[in-house]
């Protein structure tokens, strides 16, 4: 019986995926969500966090080098919060928790609080900002898995349809198809909107 215990509490090659400290990766997590019934499709970031033992709070955030803060993630005696700005739509929230997420799941060991204004640098200079383009992959990755964007874009969903079905703003949507190599793909007869990948915000 211990041995069939064994086999049932693991998952995908091998690692335990009731061990929150051991999710390093965007796959891993969607498992451990669909493992405790967290909804992935859209992914339910809020029941994720509520899992996690994050809590996750909407409020005015102040701005900081004269632009919004976003989201703050931090730690006081090992609880961690999320801090979401409430004047931002749901969409974009929704990547900013995404992305705080990944800052839990990557970085809480480095520091105990993560303050985001600018989203999707493309290009880094320092650890922090490599740890910011680390925070946004992984948000990409978790609210529109590849897989599900082959899959929908095969079925002949359109950009604004993708949107829609992962629950993110277009420019995100955008961000993920240019990842994957599919945006020239869905982009047919489709309005074009200007990206500037040094810095923009969902
Ligand atoms: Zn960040």
């Not at 929230?93 to 990944?102: P, S």
């Not at 640098?121 to 948000?139: C, G, L, P, S, V």
Request: charged fraction near 25%.
């Amino acid at each position: 019986m211990a041995f069939k215990n064994r086999i049932l509490r693991y998952d995908g090659g091998g690692i335990d995926l009731d061990n929150i400290d051991l999710i390093k990766t965007p796959s891993w997590l969607l498992l451990y969500a669909k493992r405790n019934g967290i909804n992935t499709m859209p992914l339910d970031v809020v029941a994720l966090c509520d899992k996690a033992g994050i809590s996750v709070t909407y409020q005015t955030l102040c701005q900081r080098d004269g632009m919004d803060i976003a989201g703050i993630l931090s730690s006081c005696d090992s609880r961690w919060s999320m801090y979401v700005n409430k004047k931002y739509v749901e969409r974009r929230q929704r990547f900013v928790i995404a992305h705080e997420l990944g800052h839990f799941f990557l970085h809480r060991q480095d520091r105990s609080i993560f303050t985001d204004t600018v989203f999707f640098r493309a290009i880094y200079h320092t650890e922090e900002q490599k740890q910011e383009w680390q925070a946004n992959e992984f948000a990409a990755s978790i609210l529109m898995p590849r897989d599900d964007v082959v899959r929908l874009v095969d079925e002949g969903c359109d950009w604004m349809q993708l949107a829609d079905a992962f629950q993110v703003s277009m420019l995100v949507m955008r961000y993920q198809l240019e990842r994957i190599g599919l945006f020239s793909k869905v982009l047919k007869k489709e309005f074009t909107i200007p990206l500037v990948y040094s810095s923009y915000r969902p």
